[in-house]
């Protein structure tokens, strides 16, 4: 018997208990990055409502909306002149340096390092969920992936669960938004199998594998606890971000509850056979 929503939310607030200061530094990072992305999204929002603001208000002003237009035209005409003048410059001043920031990869590695300390993050998660304060809740534990044992299993696990899922969209974007379900619980997977034996000669879709078999038949209940948060995501929106510092510990805790529910010991014993199935249908929720 499986636990409820309910209660596996429940059972993510009791281990946070008294160490939200602990859960707010771990997530820190991750929750930062939240933070301004919603700063700029919230900007973009509200110099739209602005500028809709402002035309409809020109446009309704019966004393100011043919001078508005006016100015309008104007403006037009005078750009329309001195863009197609032949004496426009259009080169950059730093057209001399040649230097392309894109080119640099700067971003994507950015968000790469971002997507490895959530996964550090998540498994210090299912870490206190089973050991409650007995397990440590430091910023350094974010970084846990980089420990030069579990990275490059890790990497290809997650390259290869992209490439599945990106596959599957070519298909059509239901099955690959079920996919995403299907190998959701790789990396617990990984984890708790890599604590109690030698997997450095097991593929990295033996760890996918055992994802999809563990979560045959629990896709919706997964799917339903992420539906449940959606009003947390709108808070965190509606106060700059500044709330996800909170919502993203809670959110962590919860999944890592659902996985140890779900799991149980079934990979915390020192030889897991894998099976090798056939491809379960996509519509398989």
Known sequence: MYKTSAQLKREAKDSLSGRWKEAVLLNLIPSIMQIIMMFFIGLVIAAMLVFVSFMVTSDTDSGTSDFAETVRYQLSDELTDEFDSEDVDFSSPFDGLNVDFSSYGIAPLIDIGIYFITIGISFTFLDVIRRRKEQSMEIKDAFRIFNGNDFVPILLINLLMYIFKVLWSFALVIPAFVKHYSYSQSNF?????AMNQDVKSMGATSFITESRN????????????????????????????????????????????????????????????????????????
Do not use: C
């Open 189 to 193: 997977i990984y984890k708790d199998m």
């Open 214 to 285: 563990l979560m045959r038949g629990h896709k919706g209940r997964l799917f339903w606890i992420d539906l449940s948060f959606i009003g947390w995501y709108l808070l965190g929106m509606i106060t700059g971000g500044i709330a996800m510092l909170w919502i993203n510990p809670y959110i962590n805790a919860t999944k890592a509850a659902f996985y140890n529910d779900l799991a149980k010991d079934q990979f915390l014993s020192t030889t897991v056979d894998v099976p090798i199935e056939d491809e379960e249908e996509w519509t398989s929720f």
